[in-house]
C-alpha cells in the first residue's frame, strides 16, 4: 500500500521538514501524524538519584526539567524498555546546562548542550545520578520525539481572470504549500502567504487536492525528520499486519 503513495520532500533538514504526501487518504494522514507522535520511541530520563542538592530548587523540579531535555535516541541499537545512566555534577556559581550531563553511552546524550537547567549560586552544588529509559510517546510525553507534526490539505491555486479595475484586494491569506496551475509546489511563506502578493489584480479559485497532504514536522533532535518518518510508516505497516493476521484466524 505504501508502495502506490507519492511523496515529494519540500523542505528538509535533520530537524525540520515539509513534505507532500499524494494518494493518501484523510484517515492515513492523521494515522502517520498519531504514529510520529504516540508510536516512535525516544530515551528521555525517568529515575533521578539525588547526591546532593543545595540549590533553591526541590530535587523534584530539577528531575521534572531533566525529563525535558532531548537525548539522541539511535533506535537500531536499543529496545524498548532499556535504560542508560547519566550524571550531572555541578558546583556554583554557575548554570548547569544540559551539555554538563556526562553519559555512560556515547550513542544517548544530550541532543542540545545550551539547554539551562538550574543557576546555582555561590556554595550550591547539583550531584545526581540518572536512568534515561527507552519509550513511546503513548505512555509519556516526554518521549514524543516529533514536536511540531501536522499536516493539511494541499490547495490549487487557479487565476481564472483579471479582478475589476475598481475592485479593492483583501488580503488572501494561506498558510503551508499550494500548487500551481503549472504543477509547481510553492511554500506560501515565499509570498508571506498573502495570495494578492502573488497574484496581483487577478481572480482566484483556490480548491482543495483530493488525497494530496503537506506534513510539516519538526523533530526534538533525538533523531532526524527521515528516521521519524520512516520508523511511524513501520509502526503503522507492522500493526496493519497484525491486524491482518488476527481477521484471517
Do not use: W
Not at 13 to 29: E, H, I, K, M, Q
Not at 165 to 172: A, G, L, S, W
Request: charged content about 30%; cysteine-free.
Amino acid at each position: 500500500m505504501v508502495a502506490d503513495f507519492e511523496v515529494e520532500f519540500i523542505e528538509r533538514d535533520d530537524r525540520n521538514a515539509r513534505f507532500l504526501v499524494r494518494g493518501a487518504s484523510p484517515a492515513f494522514a492523521n494515522g502517520i501524524r498519531r504514529a510520529m507522535i504516540a508510536d516512535v520511541p525516544t530515551f528521555s530520563i525517568d529515575t533521578v538519584r539525588f547526591v546532593e542538592n543545595s540549590s533553591v530548587m526541590f530535587d523534584e523540579m530539577i528531575g521534572l526539567r531533566l525529563g525535558l531535555v532531548p537525548l539522541t535516541t539511535p533506535l537500531d541499537d536499543f529496545e524498548v524498555g532499556e535504560t542508560v545512566t547519566l550524571a550531572l555534577d555541578v558546583e556554583g556559581p554557575a548554570t548547569a546546562y544540559s551539555g554538563d550531563i556526562e553519559t555512560s553511552d556515547a550513542m544517548v546524550e544530550p541532543a542540545d548542550d545550551n539547554i539551562p537547567i538550574i543557576e546555582l549560586k555561590e556554595q550550591q552544588r547539583i550531584e545526581l545520578e540518572a536512568d534515561a529509559v527507552l519509550d513511546t510517546g503513548r505512555e509519556h510525553a516526554k518521549h514524543q520525539g516529533g514536536v511540531a507534526v501536522g499536516y493539511r490539505h494541499l490547495q490549487r491555486v487557479e487565476v481564472v481572470g483579471d479582478a475589476g479595475e475598481f475592485d479593492e484586494q483583501e488580503p488572501n491569506i494561506l498558510r503551508g504549500v499550494i500548487e500551481t496551475e503549472d504543477g509547481e509546489l510553492v511554500a506560501t511563506d515565499e509570498f508571506d502567504h498573502d495570495l494578492t502578493n502573488r497574484y496581483p489584480g487577478k481572480e482566484l479559485e483556490v480548491h482543495d487536492v483530493p488525497d494530496a497532504f503537506v506534513f510539516h514536522v519538526e523533530t526534538d533532535g533525538s533523531f532526524s525528520v527521515e528516521e521519524l518518518v520512516t520508523r511511524a510508516a513501520e509502526s503503522i505497516g507492522a500493526r496493519a499486519a497484525e491486524l491482518e493476521t488476527k481477521v484471517a484466524v
